[in-house]
Nanobody, 115 residues
Framework: QVQLVESGGDLVQPGGSLRLSCAAP????????MGWYRQAPGKQRELVAR???????NYADSVKGRFTMSRDNAKNTVYLQMNSRKSADTAVYYC?????????WGRGTQVTVSS
């Protein structure tokens, strides 16, 4: 069973910053595209950001300029730095590892933006 372990979810005020982490097994981290998704109450799960092995990152329009995804190859960990938080960012954030054959999901971490 592949485990993706997320951490960092919290309650933050609007405009604040937060960083999420996701640790993956080494083989998964090396050969899969890593991503972050989120699911708000009553809404479908949506892609937030994705990063490839060569550090190319892509973002949803709703988070461009505010969120940054990065990876630490020595720690087999990806990060999602979230700045200028909005209430619309409130959701459960899931780590994802994707290939053309399989994909894996973490259990999710709750992020709430509220004053």
């Amino acid at each position: 069973q592949v485990q993706l372990v997320e951490s960092g979810g919290d309650l933050v005020q609007p405009g604040g910053s937060l960083r999420l982490s996701c640790a993956a097994p080494e083989l998964i981290f090396r050969f899969y595209t890593m991503g972050w998704y989120r699911q708000a109450p009553g809404k479908q799960r949506e892609l937030v950001a994705r990063i490839t092995g060569d550090d190319t990152a892509n973002y949803a329009d709703s988070v461009k300029g505010r969120f940054t995804m990065s990876r630490d190859n020595a720690k087999n960990t990806v990060y999602l730095q979230m700045n200028s938080r909005k209430s619309a960012d409130t959701a459960v954030y899931y780590c994802n590892a994707y290939s053309s054959i399989k994909q894996f999901w973490g259990r999710g971490t709750q992020v709430t933006v509220s004053s």
